[in-house]
């Protein structure tokens, strides 16, 4: 997983992509299943990605995401809560 995110300024985004064939349900035979073609079918997409186009600050520590998923080559509007819970120097 990869991404970048700023939540202060003048323009806050998130962008996060996933590499589909990395799950892992520490059970190899579903996570053979679930990465083929009945489900996430990696080989053809191996990308599952979230865009922001609207960050929101809804309270303290919280920020309300609207953006794009896209999954199957395919994008749809999502809005995600986004809740922070901690912070650290060179975690």
């Known amino acids: 997983m990869s991404g970048t995110w700023t939540l202060e300024g003048d323009k806050p985004s998130v962008e996060v992509v996933i590499q589909a064939d990395s799950l892992d349900t520490a059970n190899d035979k579903r996570d053979e299943h679930l990465t083929g073609p009945d489900f996430f079918d990696t080989k053809q997409f191996p990308e599952i990605s979230f865009k922001s186009n ?18 199957h080559g395919v994008g749809k509007p999502l809005t995600i809560e986004l809740i922070k819970t901690g912070a650290g120097v060179n975690m």
């Open 54 to 71: 609207k960050v929101t600050k809804s309270g303290d520590g919280k920020y309300l995401l609207d953006g794009t998923l896209t999954l």
